[in-house]
């Protein structure tokens, strides 16, 4: 950052935000690394960059679906400056496949957030069509996978029908343009808020792999968990080591940092076709 004042407001997961005015916020993304919930020891270096170009990316070529809070990308990689927004209290998932908390979700009802599915589908399965499957937003614990009913009781049903028909379209969107790149997006998260008018405004990042599954199409074998592009190393290597899921989490071994951090560069590249040292060279790169 610059020398300017700034005001430290919160530090999530991995974003530290800081405010610049009345109507700017600072987010700046950390190396930090979560898996369910739970921010590890162990930093992967360069993630934050990772992150936050990839989210630049998105938020440049989604604007015809939904204004964005990005203002602009600083020269560091890792910081934005975004609108402030009142941010909603449920997180917009849409998936496309039958993964993690989902998979386990049908395996114990058939369903995923009221959503009747197929039976026997495997671990993997490609869904018979995307779904909205909005969560909780937990400040303690877990997120809680929520139906129409509940969400709309947070929200509203007017604005929830935004939410799902928004969410959908970006899901669409994005998994089109990755499938053209031998990349299969399996699920995603988003975050929205509303401007002073009452907008919805899509914010906090986007497509990353922090906020998706990414599959190599040419590895994609539906019955079981597969290679990844995300995070995912990183949860199969926590659950081996029979950790309870609580802190403090686990540290990670070098070899484990080395794998993950080449993962996120690899979704990076993959998806701007952009070269990582570019980037680090002119952020703004990502924005054209």
């Known amino acids: 950052m610059t020398g300017e004042a700034t005001e430290h407001l919160a530090s999530g997961k991995v974003r530290e935000i800081f405010a610049l005015d009345g109507d700017r916020l600072l987010l700046v993304a950390s190396d930090r690394i979560s898996v369910f919930d739970v921010v590890l020891p162990t930093e992967i270096p360069d993630k934050g960059r990772v ?11 989604t604007r015809e679906i939904v204004p964005n809070h990005l203002l602009a990308l600083r020269a560091d990689g890792r910081s934005s400056e975004c609108r402030r927004l009142e941010m909603l209290p449920i997180e917009c998932v849409v998936r496309g496949y039958l993964a993690g908390s989902g998979w386990k979700d049908y395996q114990r009802s058939g369903e995923i957030a009221g959503h009747r599915l197929p039976p026997a589908l495997v671990e993997s399965s490609q869904l018979p069509e995307p779904i909205f499957t909005p969560s909780t937003k937990a400040l303690i614990g877990h997120d809680e996978t929520v139906d ?4 709309a009781e947070l ?8 939410l ?5 379209e970006l899901y669409r969107l994005a998994a089109a343009y990755a499938a053209e790149r031998g990349i299969l997006l399996a699920d995603t998260k988003f975050e929205l808020g509303l401007d002073e008018d009452g907008t919805l405004v899509l914010a906090d990042e986007l497509f990353t792999p922090d906020s998706s599954r990414f599959w190599p199409a040419d590895a994609y074998r539906p019955g079981g968990p597969q290679p990844s592009f995300d995070k995912q190393p990183v949860r199969d290597w926590t659950e081996a080591t029979g950790w309870d899921k609580g802190y403090p989490g686990p540290e990670l071994p070098d070899e484990i940092v080395a794998s993950t951090r ?27």
């Open 51 to 61: 992150l936050t170009g990839i989210s630049g990316f998105w938020f440049g070529r």
């Open 148 to 151: 129409r009913a509940r969400g």
């Open 155 to 162: 929200v509203g049903e007017a604005r929830y029908d935004e």
């Open 164 to 168: 799902e028909r928004v969410s959908l």
């Open 262 to 288: 080449a993962r996120y560069v690899e979704a990076f590249e993959r998806l701007t076709e952009i070269s990582f040292d570019d980037y680090l060279t002119n952020p703004e790169v990502v924005l054209r």
